[in-house]
């Protein structure tokens, strides 16, 4: 017979072994259960995840879908954890609204990877990649489309993070508004971009690029240059 200290370590070590084992199974079914109660609890500070009575309001005025498409380059080599965290809170946010919109909204996450048809799609809808190295680029963008209509935003910044859902919200929303007002800017300066370079060519880094407030316009009018130069 083994010595009574022995098989005290061993039955310690077995108890331990069961607990952990336990526990691991316990975690998986709550997390299953979880994933299948239509309620959810937002426990963080700023109530990211709780959508607004606003949004709520137009969720239920919806009669027809709309595809939400965002674009994340989550298989990426490189990617910043602090990138990745909030990648995770958009996307929790976006399912938000897929929840809560009684099949109105229906999302979907996508990875285009480089060379892929996921990618070309996302050139193809004027979203913005950024690089992460020499052979790498990141896609972080949102693509909304309601029959033949679309609207996107071509890179979600992070620091609109506390405005996420009202960018979310005013993009669900014009992309069911199919005949937008007309609205004309007069106007000497570039503010829609650099005159005589190609869209694909435009930086915002270098002041290039259409500026942030017509961006934000384009949302509720189709907009139209007047410049002073003009015969009408």
């Known amino acids: 017979p083994r010595p009574m200290s022995q098989r005290n370590a061993m039955n310690s070590l077995l108890k331990k072994t069961l607990a952990i084992g ?3 199974i ?7 259960l979880a994933s299948r109660l239509p309620v959810q609890i937002d426990l963080t500070r700023e109530r ?12 239920g005025e919806m009669d027809t879908p709309v595809q939400v ?7 990426r080599k490189g990617l910043p954890i602090g990138l990745k965290v909030f990648a995770q809170r958009v996307e929790q946010l976006l399912l938000q609204y897929a929840r809560h919109s009684d099949g109105m909204v229906q999302v ?20 913005t990649s950024r690089p992460l190295g020499p052979d790498e680029r990141l896609y972080f963008g949102l693509a909304v489309f309601h029959g033949g209509n679309r609207r996107t935003i071509p890179l979600i910044d992070y620091r609109r993070e506390r405005l996420m859902e009202y960018d ?9 508004t199919h005949r937008l007002p007309k609205l004309a800017v007069a106007t000497s300066l570039e503010i829609f971009g650099k005159r005589g370079m190609p869209l694909d060519q435009q930086k915002v880094e270098d002041g290039t690029a259409e500026w942030q ?11 139209e240059e007047v410049h002073p130069t003009n015969e009408t």
């Not at 498409?69 to 298989?75: N, Q, T, V």
């Not at 979310?168 to 069911?176: D, M, N, P, T």
């Open 26 to 32: 316990a975690l998986v079914m709550v997390n299953d």
């Open 69 to 75: 498409e965002l674009y994340f380059s989550a298989s």
């Open 48 to 59: 990211f995840f709780t959508l607004s009575e606003e949004t709520h309001r137009m969720l």
């Open 168 to 176: 979310f919200s005013r993009l669900i929303y014009a992309v069911q």
């Open 108 to 127: 979907k996450i996508i990875d285009p990877v480089p060379g892929s048809r996921e990618e070309e799609e996302a050139r193809r809808l004027g979203l």
């Open 22 to 24: 336990l526990l691991a």
């Open 213 to 223: 407030f017509l961006k934000d316009l384009r949302l509720a009018y189709a907009l």
